[in-house]
Nanobody, 116 residues
């Protein structure tokens, strides 16, 4: 059974930083592309960043370029999202997610709130 468990969210002031983690189990983590997606209040899912199984990185939203970094530790089955210079518009529930064939899996999410 595929399981994705996010952690590291919280309340942070504008300009602050957070590091999100996602621990994966139930599949061969290193063989799959992994994503961070987010959902702001009242909005749909927004793809943020993707890291390929081979390490290549794709930014799906320009607003995080230069501020967010995605990485993975295949030995620890863990995906990371380093978020710097956070803005109020980054407030959302953040999910790690992966596609396996026709199946889409995501975790339960972790809330990130950027507010003074």
């Amino acid at each position: 059974e595929v399981q994705l468990v996010e952690s590291g969210g919280g309340l942070v002031q504008p300009g602050g930083s957070l590091r999100l983690s996602c621990t994966a189990s139930g599949f061969t983590f290193g063989s799959y592309d992994m994503n961070w997606v987010r959902q702001a209040p009242g909005k749909g899912l927004e793809w943020v960043l993707e890291i390929k199984s081979g390490g290549g990185i794709i930014y799906h939203t320009d607003s995080v370029k230069g501020r967010f970094t995605i990485s993975r530790d295949n030995a620890r089955n863990t995906l990371y999202l380093q978020m710097n210079s956070l803005k109020p518009e980054d407030t959302a529930v953040y999910y790690c997610a992966t596609y396996q064939g026709v199946h889409f899996y995501r975790g339960q999410g972790t809330q990130v709130t950027v507010s003074s």
